[in-house]
Antibody, heavy 118, light 110 residues
Framework: QVQLVESGGGVVQPGGSLRLSCAASGFTVNNYNMHWVRQAPGKGLEWVSFIENNGRSKDYADSVKGRFTVSRDNSKKTMYLQMNSLRAEDTAVYYC???????????WGQGTLVTVSS | QSALTQPASVSGSPGQSITISCTATSGDVGSYNLVSWYQHHPGKAPKLMIYEVNKRPSGVSNRFSGSKSGNTASLTISGLQAEDEADYYCCSYVDSSTWVFGGGTKLTVL
C-alpha cells in the first residue's frame, strides 16, 4: 500500500533553515509527480510546491518562491523541501502528497510540524 | 488571498444532504475542469474525495458527489453520517504547475 512519511520538522529561529524529507513506498516513485502542502495553525490547506517525476520541472507558491527548494532522489524514493529564510508565517504542518496523474493529490502523509519562533 | 471561496461552515442532520460550494474568483481557475475535493479530520492526513470535478476515487462512498456550473464547483454529501463531520477543501489546478486550495468549510453533523 502507498505510504508517505514526512520527517525533519522542528523548532527553528526566524531566518533559519530546515530540510524536510518525504519517504515514499508502495508505488513506483519515479512514475509520479509529487507535492508539498502545508497547514498553518487554525488555517486552511495551502499548496506549497510541485516537482515532476523526473525532477526537471518544479514550481512554488508565491509565498515561498525564492526561499524554498524542492528536490527528489528517486533512487532513495525520497522527496525533500529545503526551507531557507524561514519566517513566523511558515509555521505549519507540512504534508507531502502524491500526484494521482489526475490533477489531484491521491495520497498524503501524516505531516511534520515546523515551528518558526525565537 | 484565496482564488477559491468556500463557506466557512455548513451543517446538517444525519440522513440529510448538504452541498458545499467553491467559487473561483479568478478567471483562469474557473476555466479548468480540474477541481478536486478533500476531507480532513484534524490531526489526520487529508483524503481525496473527488477529482476532475465529479469523479470518485476507488473506495470513496457514492454518497459523495461533485459538480460544476460556470465558476462554481460543488460537493454534495447525501445521507449525512456522524463520521462525515470534518473540514472539506476544494482545490484547483491553476496553470504552469501551480494549484490553489479554497479556504475550507467546516461540516458539522447535528
Amino acid at each position: 500500500q502507498v505510504q508517505l512519511v514526512e520527517s525533519g520538522g522542528g523548532v527553528v529561529q526566524p531566518g533559519g533553515s530546515l530540510r524536510l524529507s518525504c519517504a515514499a513506498s508502495g508505488f513506483t516513485v519515479n512514475n509520479y509527480n509529487m507535492h508539498w502542502v502545508r497547514q498553518a495553525p487554525g488555517k486552511g490547506l495551502e499548496w506549497v510546491s510541485f516537482i515532476e517525476n523526473n525532477g526537471r520541472s518544479k514550481d512554488y507558491a508565491d509565498s515561498v518562491k525564492g526561499r524554498f527548494t524542492v528536490s527528489r532522489d528517486n533512487s532513495k524514493k525520497t522527496m525533500y523541501l529545503q526551507m531557507n529564510s524561514l519566517r513566523a508565517e511558515d509555521t505549519a504542518v507540512y504534508y507531502c502528497a502524491k500526484d494521482g496523474d489526475n490533477w489531484a493529490f491521491d495520497y498524503w502523509g501524516q505531516g511534520t510540524l515546523v515551528t518558526v519562533s525565537s | 488571498q484565496s482564488a477559491l471561496t468556500q463557506p466557512a461552515s455548513v451543517s446538517g442532520s444525519p440522513g440529510q444532504s448538504i452541498t458545499i460550494s467553491c467559487t473561483a474568483t479568478s478567471g483562469d481557475v474557473g476555466s479548468y475542469n480540474l477541481v478536486s475535493w478533500y476531507q480532513h479530520h484534524p490531526g489526520k492526513a487529508p483524503k481525496l474525495m473527488i477529482y476532475e470535478v465529479n469523479k470518485r476515487p476507488s473506495g470513496v462512498s457514492n454518497r459523495f458527489s461533485g459538480s460544476k456550473s460556470g465558476n462554481t464547483a460543488s460537493l454534495t454529501i447525501s445521507g449525512l453520517q456522524a463520521e462525515d463531520e470534518a473540514d472539506y477543501y476544494c482545490c484547483s489546478y491553476v496553470d504552469s504547475s501551480t494549484w490553489v486550495f479554497g479556504g475550507g468549510t467546516k461540516l458539522t453533523v447535528l
